[in-house]
């Protein structure tokens, strides 16, 4: 059977209010954070997302600024009240095929139809963080990472 | 000057409503992650704690579970309608006291007033996510571990 295999924390992200983009970027260099990449993301997600490297293991902060009111990260800010936080960890896996397989075999609920593409190159897909058949609701919400 | 030095993400922590706890566990082992440790935290923090390893590189995701209503983790979940969820992200420095004193040589808050044992024979320090003197709020709260 296909296994998860989820090998680290690839990135936590972080909503961050519209405008406020660079300010979190200063202040996340100040705790000794380096910006790694830079890229806005269309689609479904509709943001600016700069990535941060934490240490030298490869996690990393990924700060999330949306591009409109459509992005789902500006109706997470909405329903927050205007503030950002925390808005979803993402694991990495080696294989995202085996990993979304594995996936819905262990009976959790996926989001994305199938793995599709991320930024900068990368394969994901999103666990539903409310609704689990069985077991209650996992109330984060996750992202797995194939790296390009 | 000292640096905050952080090496990698230590653990995301999760806050899971009271009673929970076990079937969380469960959702995690599910993902393919495996029970690290257990303890029960007293002092300020009052919560049941289970750290669950994420792939080899030492990242971990620790569940939060209150032990009664005086917890910070009870007050988040009153805040959220009851519901758990994303908490803290903690970094791992080699050096918690160099780290101290180089957050508030760049001026960020700090909620504890001197690094402070934490579980599992840790020392850590959380920044204040609310206020920041000159840059605005950080909107995330951040720990600082340095392992036993």
Known sequence: MDKIGVTMIDHVAIAVPAGQLEAQVALYERLGFTVLHREEVYGGDQV?????????????IQLLEPLNSDSPVAKQIERQGGRGGLAHVAFRVPDIQAAFAAARSEGLQVIDEAPRPGSRGTTVFFLHPKTHPTDGALGVLYEFVQEA
């Open 48 to 60: 600016r997302e700069v990535l941060l490297r934490v240490g030298e293991t490869g996690n990393m």
